[in-house]
T-cell receptor, first 114, second 116 residues
Framework: AQSVTQPDIHITVSEGASLELRCNYS??????LFWYVQSPGQGLQLLLK??????LVQGIKGFEAEFKRSQSSFNLRKPSVHWSDAAEYFC????????????FGGGTRLMVKP | GAGVSQSPSNKVTEKGKDVELRCDPI?????LYWYRQSLGQGLEFLIY????????KSGLPSDRFSAERTGGSVSTLTIQRTQQEDSAVYLC??????????????FGNGTRLTVT
């Protein structure tokens, strides 16, 4: 069965600083990987996804993520954080033979200092 | 168009009572998922409906939990004899395609359940 680990429960960065949120997965084959963001009082919104091909994927709101098979990682990055990026971020892995089910990590709560 | 709608947005109930949570998926979406998000935890898969196929109930934590989907649209998650550990945000999501990866999940805002 697949699993996802987000090692950082909380991260605080200053506005304008760069950001990297870590995600490690466990799955026996090529996974399908996703990042979702949950802003206060709102539902989860898909930021980006990786299925195959180019290992660097671009998403909405200036986010990108890089798939590294050798490290079983799919870290989320943003070069310059805005105060509105404060939210909880979830990494998820899916697999075709898992019944189209997504397995989510525990989430990373991002706080942005002015 | 309208997104996934969940009701109620908040529910407070006494231990031992039954509760029903409702999800209205996006029109035309054939797949519907229920997840549970406990405080400080990630999202825990509960159940998955795809069209008229038998649902995948593998994530339901106990036989107190059940769900149905009528007419391939609205879904109701029922928790019987609620316990304090059932307190969580219950999220519903839907997607258009039979293949998850061709169509992303669209989540509702959730129902926050508090069992006192």
């Amino acid at each position: 069965a697949q699993s996802v680990t987000q090692p950082d429960i909380h991260i605080t960065v200053s506005e304008g600083a760069s950001l990297e949120l870590r995600c490690n997965y466990s799955y026996g084959a090529t996974p399908y990987l996703f990042w979702y963001v949950q802003s206060p009082g709102q539902g989860l919104q898909l930021l980006l996804k990786y299925f195959s091909g180019d290992t660097l994927v671009q998403g909405i709101k200036g986010f990108e993520a890089e798939f590294k098979r050798s490290q079983s990682s799919f870290n989320l990055r943003k070069p310059s954080v805005h105060w509105s990026d404060a939210a909880e971020y979830f990494c998820a892995v899916g697999a075709y033979n898992a019944g189209n089910m997504l397995t989510f990590g525990g989430g990373t709560r991002l706080m942005v200092k002015p | 168009g309208a997104g996934v709608s969940q009701s109620p947005s908040n529910k407070v109930t006494e231990k031992g009572k039954d509760v029903e949570l409702r999800c209205d998926p996006i029109s035309g979406h054939t797949a519907l998922y229920w997840y549970r998000q406990s405080l400080g935890q990630g999202l825990e898969f509960l159940i998955y409906f795809q069209g008229n196929s038998a649902p995948d109930k593998s994530g339901l934590p106990s036989d107190r939990f059940s769900a149905e989907r009528t007419g391939g649209s609205v879904s109701t998650l029922t928790i019987q004899r609620t316990q304090q550990e059932d307190s969580a945000v219950y999220l519903c999501a839907s997607s258009r395609s039979t293949t998850l990866f061709n169509s992303p999940l669209h989540f509702g805002n959730g129902t926050r359940l508090t069992v006192t």
